[in-house]
């Protein structure tokens, strides 16, 4: 593997262009003639003689039709009909303007649509401007950038970048710039000092430390005063065990004399915080909404919740990534599998004896952290795709491919990992067989090809590899939840019960026991039981999402008097008080009454959400999506009613299995996406169209700012020499589904 290096360059996004100099084609846009011609006139003084005015975007992506443009200066346009964020997700998305430039001015009030333009590749933002002088800074501030970047664009955006996420405080925005920056420029000063004094300031002592010796062996300027600001004369000159320097750790040790042994132990790796847990439940809940530590050191005997189930729970949290090094002499070679699964690299016997904890440590650290190690890369594949981040996934798997090292199954289990999550279920399917059949690692691809008929709706070859892994691996307790609700697809309700009885028996406080004992009663018609365990639960909300979401399947799939019954069902498990749930399965209730020619009854049920809201203040009742739709379907059902008019609704594909797939994403550690997600050209790389694929704004800023709407209307671009006769064939899929999730599918 020493062919393939994460630290070099995964496109190459570094090489310098040409496209912003001064002869270049360049649009000014502005409603106003005045400041159009200051724009224009300030660019032309600044040496640019290619300067063409318009009015608004429209007119502007008219002209570029038939015209090329090389940079676009802009306002914001926020209150118009297009706006910036359109033009950026246009060039997003169209192959033959990935050369096209935006720079853009904002108003006070547009700021913080900064982060997201920039997401979208925005080159640079300047504050809104009247007078010459003011244009001349603000060009003169862009083109200064560009030259000290030597015109890679990705560089001079994110310096622009950085800048606002400095002025606004957002410190965790730019260390991820930062970061994914000395990724991918580890030969550029600007992108790797910048990523060591970033991590360095968080704490993150080890990732600041790698990116400082990725400075000394390129002679960067300014990495000793770095070192020695932030790691004082003792370790300022980056000797070798700097690489593995932890700043803060988990020990789940009931023993205290083994707790001051390991922290003795870990003294010298520079750990600045320890966290000391003598009951793993307790360092659970500890856990809870936080950033895990950089490594956690556990017993196998621990008291609460045990040594396997504690690791289990582990992965199925935020410290899913965070390196383990078990240190116990209770491991049987049974205990193997379930360690292997869950990225255990090494365990130390008691009594601890000093050269094997820190030999262990080093190897925990190496196989979690080497860019080199081939789990690393499996890994950091996983988390690329699961972060939306296809094509970087991509790009690894090309290089993989090309290793002659890389043994052939491992390969196909990578590129079945990101057909899997292309939705390319059949080509998925047909890569991780073949894997497997090529000797790799079942452990690793049976489950991948289980979920992957699970898809397919394949519930009987999905039921065979699980059993198979559970029989390599049988302490998976997750794995036999997802075994169970294989069972229950398959209307097979007794064996569904068999998995989750060997689930509860490994791990009887395990949260996830209740709701799925919930479901299983559910589908046999056993309300009563199913009442009993959703009362045990301290939140039902998981639970209720998954019934919701598999009446919602049950419908699409036009099993209809299956669906109401579950929504029922799913009501009669709710408490009086429990009101927002209970309205958002009303909601869907009343959808699937109306479906069904029930009208009287789905009027009914929409009747009952509004008299629940009554007692809201008027503001937040009809600011609230779910009053406006419910009372919109009143109204429709209302005049259906008394014109005896039928409904439309738009015709699902007819299925024989329902697929709850919030069950699965949850269970199965799938994360979710972005709440906004853009149209982007299936060939984008990252670098390409600025910091488009480097920076990713926060979902929160998205929805507050109202980006789903600044973008929903699309603007058009047709080249002038493309254009062809439209097809008569008419358009599929064109009418409006008002059949809603209440829940998010996470």
């Given at each position: 593997?020493?062919?393939?290096?994460?630290?070099?360059?995964?496109?190459?996004?570094?090489?310098?262009?040409?496209?912003?100099?001064?002869?270049?084609?360049?649009?000014?846009?502005?409603?106003?003639?005045?400041?159009?011609?200051?724009?224009?006139?300030?660019?032309?003084?600044?040496?640019?003689?290619?300067?063409?005015?318009?009015?608004?975007?429209?007119?502007?992506?008219?002209?570029?039709?038939?015209?090329?443009?090389?940079?676009?200066?802009?306002?914001?346009?926020?209150?118009?009909?297009?706006?910036?964020?359109?033009?950026?997700?246009?060039?997003?998305?169209?192959?033959?303007?990935?050369?096209?430039?935006?720079?853009?001015?904002?108003?006070?009030?547009?700021?913080?649509?900064?982060?997201?333009?920039?997401?979208?590749?925005?080159?640079?933002?300047?504050?809104?401007?009247?007078?010459?002088?003011?244009?001349?800074?603000?060009?003169?501030?862009?083109?200064?950038?560009?030259?000290?970047?030597?015109?890679?664009?990705?560089?001079?955006?994110?310096?622009?970048?950085?800048?606002?996420?400095?002025?606004?405080?957002?410190?965790?925005?730019?260390?991820?710039?930062?970061?994914?920056?000395?990724?991918?420029?580890?030969?550029?000063?600007?992108?790797?000092?910048?990523?060591?004094?970033?991590?360095?300031?968080?704490?993150?002592?080890?990732?600041?430390?790698?990116?400082?010796?990725?400075?000394?062996?390129?002679?960067?300027?300014?990495?000793?005063?770095?070192?020695?600001?932030?790691?004082?004369?003792?370790?300022?000159?980056?000797?070798?065990?700097?690489?593995?320097?932890?700043?803060?750790?988990?020990?789940?040790?009931?023993?205290?004399?083994?707790?001051?042994?390991?922290?003795?132990?870990?003294?010298?790796?520079?750990?600045?915080?320890?966290?000391?847990?003598?009951?793993?439940?307790?360092?659970?809940?500890?856990?809870?909404?936080?950033?895990?530590?950089?490594?956690?050191?556990?017993?196998?005997?621990?008291?609460?919740?045990?040594?396997?189930?504690?690791?289990?729970?582990?992965?199925?949290?935020?410290?899913?990534?965070?390196?383990?090094?078990?240190?116990?002499?209770?491991?049987?070679?049974?205990?193997?599998?379930?360690?292997?699964?869950?990225?255990?690299?090494?365990?130390?016997?008691?009594?601890?004896?000093?050269?094997?904890?820190?030999?262990?440590?080093?190897?925990?650290?190496?196989?979690?952290?080497?860019?080199?190690?081939?789990?690393?890369?499996?890994?950091?594949?996983?988390?690329?795709?699961?972060?939306?981040?296809?094509?970087?996934?991509?790009?690894?798997?090309?290089?993989?491919?090309?290793?002659?090292?890389?043994?052939?199954?491992?390969?196909?289990?990578?590129?079945?990992?990101?057909?899997?999550?292309?939705?390319?279920?059949?080509?998925?399917?047909?890569?991780?067989?073949?894997?497997?059949?090529?000797?790799?690692?079942?452990?690793?691809?049976?489950?991948?090809?289980?979920?992957?008929?699970?898809?397919?709706?394949?519930?009987?070859?999905?039921?065979?590899?699980?059993?198979?892994?559970?029989?390599?691996?049988?302490?998976?307790?997750?794995?036999?939840?997802?075994?169970?609700?294989?069972?229950?697809?398959?209307?097979?309700?007794?064996?569904?019960?068999?998995?989750?009885?060997?689930?509860?028996?490994?791990?009887?406080?395990?949260?996830?026991?209740?709701?799925?004992?919930?479901?299983?009663?559910?589908?046999?018609?056993d309300a009563p039981a199913a009442a009993q365990h959703a009362s045990a639960l301290q939140d039902k909300e998981a639970l209720?999402?998954?019934?919701?979401?598999?009446?919602?399947?049950?419908?699409?799939?036009?099993?209809?008097?299956?669906?109401?019954?579950?929504?029922?069902?799913?009501?009669?498990?709710?408490?009086?008080?429990?009101?927002?749930?209970?309205?958002?399965?009303?909601?869907?209730?009343?959808?699937?009454?109306?479906?069904?020619?029930?009208?009287?009854?789905?009027?009914?049920?929409?009747?009952?959400?509004?008299?629940?809201?009554?007692?809201?203040?008027?503001?937040?009742?009809?600011?609230?999506?779910?009053?406006?739709?419910?009372?919109?379907?009143?109204?429709?059902?209302?005049?259906?009613?008394?014109?005896?008019?039928?409904?439309?609704?738009?015709?699902?594909?007819?299925?024989?299995?329902?697929?709850?797939?919030?069950?699965?994403?949850?269970?199965?550690?799938?994360?979710?996406?972005?709440?906004?997600?853009?149209?982007?050209?299936?060939?984008?790389?990252?670098?390409?169209?600025?910091?488009?694929?480097?920076?990713?704004?926060?979902?929160?800023?998205?929805?507050?700012?109202?980006?789903?709407?600044?973008?929903?209307?699309?603007?058009?671009?047709?080249?002038?020499?493309?254009?062809?006769?439209?097809?008569?064939?008419?358009?599929?899929?064109?009418?409006?589904?008002?059949?809603?999730?209440?829940?998010?599918?996470?």
């Open positions: 593997m020493d062919a393939f290096d994460l630290r070099s360059p995964l496109t190459a996004p570094g090489k310098p262009t040409k496209e912003l100099t001064p002869d270049c084609r360049i649009a000014v846009v502005h409603p106003t003639q005045v400041t159009r011609s200051l724009l224009a006139r300030s660019l032309k003084d600044q040496g640019f003689v290619n300067v063409q005015p318009f009015a608004d975007l429209q007119s502007t992506i008219e002209y570029m039709e038939a015209e090329p443009l090389d940079w676009i200066w802009t306002p914001c346009f926020r209150n118009e009909t297009h706006n910036v964020l359109q033009l950026l997700e246009l060039v997003c998305s169209e192959d033959s303007l990935k050369h096209l430039r935006v720079s853009a001015f904002f108003e006070k009030s547009e700021e913080p649509l900064i982060p997201v333009a920039f997401e979208l590749g925005l080159l640079s933002w300047h504050r809104s401007q009247t007078s010459s002088a003011g244009f001349e800074s603000e060009i003169r501030s862009a083109v200064n950038s560009l030259g000290r970047h030597n015109h890679i664009t990705s560089l001079a955006s994110a310096e622009q970048l950085c800048n606002f996420l400095k002025e606004t405080k957002d410190a965790s925005g730019r260390r991820a710039l930062f970061s994914t920056l000395a990724e991918l420029f580890p030969n550029k000063e600007f992108a790797v000092m910048n990523d060591a004094e970033a991590k360095l300031s968080s704490g993150n002592v080890q990732g600041g430390l790698r990116s400082l010796l990725l400075a000394k062996k390129q002679n960067m300027k300014g990495w000793k005063e770095l070192a020695h600001k932030h790691l004082g004369p003792k370790h300022a000159d980056l000797s070798d065990e700097s690489l593995f320097e932890i700043e803060s750790y988990l020990i789940v040790e009931p023993d205290e004399s083994v707790h001051n042994h390991i922290e003795e132990l870990m003294k010298p790796f520079g750990a600045k915080r320890v966290h000391r847990f003598t009951d793993g439940e307790k360092a659970l809940r500890w856990l809870e909404n936080r950033k895990p530590p950089d490594l956690i050191i556990q017993e196998w005997k621990i008291p609460s919740v045990g040594g396997s189930n504690f690791l289990q729970r582990l992965r199925h949290s935020s410290a899913s990534e965070t390196p383990v090094l078990v240190v116990s002499s209770l491991l049987k070679k049974a205990d193997v599998p379930i360690l292997k699964e869950m990225g255990v690299a090494s365990a130390v016997p008691k009594p601890l004896i000093d050269h094997e904890f820190v030999s262990s440590l080093a190897h925990t650290m190496t196989e979690f952290g080497d860019p080199k190690s081939l789990r690393f890369i499996e890994r950091k594949v996983k988390c690329l795709l699961e972060k939306g981040e296809k094509e970087q996934a991509r790009a690894i798997a090309a290089k993989l491919d090309r290793d002659k090292k890389v043994p052939e199954s491992s390969k196909l289990f990578v590129r079945g990992m990101i057909n899997y999550f292309d939705n390319q279920l059949s080509t998925a399917k047909r890569q991780l067989m073949d894997a497997v059949s090529k000797g790799g690692d079942s452990l690793n691809v049976l489950p991948l090809l289980a979920r992957t008929l699970v898809k397919l709706r394949e519930f009987k070859g999905a039921a065979a590899c699980y059993e198979k892994a559970q029989s390599l691996s049988p302490r998976n307790v997750y794995r036999l939840f997802e075994l169970a609700e294989t069972y229950t697809e398959l209307k097979k309700p007794e064996a569904a019960n068999t998995s989750l009885s060997k689930a509860e028996v490994l791990d009887p406080k395990n949260p996830e026991i209740h709701i799925m004992r919930a479901r299983n009663a559910l589908s046999r018609g209720i999402a998954d019934l919701n979401n598999s009446g919602v399947a049950y419908v699409k799939s036009g099993q209809i008097k299956q669906g109401i019954d579950l929504y029922e069902k799913t009501i009669r498990l709710l408490a009086e008080n429990e009101t927002e749930l209970r309205q958002k399965v009303l909601y869907n209730l009343a959808l699937a009454q109306a479906r069904s020619g029930d009208y009287t009854q789905a009027r009914r049920s929409l009747e009952g959400i509004l008299r629940s809201m009554r007692h809201l203040p008027v503001e937040e009742r009809q600011n609230g999506p779910l009053f406006e739709k419910a009372s919109s379907l009143h109204v429709k059902l209302t005049h259906a009613i008394a014109t005896g008019t039928l409904l439309s609704f738009k015709q699902e594909v007819k299925a024989t299995t329902v697929l709850n797939e919030s069950f699965w994403k949850r269970v199965g550690g799938e994360r979710q996406k972005s709440s906004v997600s853009f149209v982007r050209s299936s060939t984008a790389q990252p670098g390409e169209r600025c910091c488009h694929l480097i920076y990713r704004s926060s979902d929160l800023v998205k929805q507050k700012q109202g980006v789903a709407q600044l973008v929903a209307t699309k603007l058009k671009f047709t080249p002038r020499e493309t254009i062809q006769k439209e097809s008569s064939n008419p358009i599929l899929g064109t009418e409006l589904d008002d059949f809603e999730a209440a829940f998010p599918k996470t």
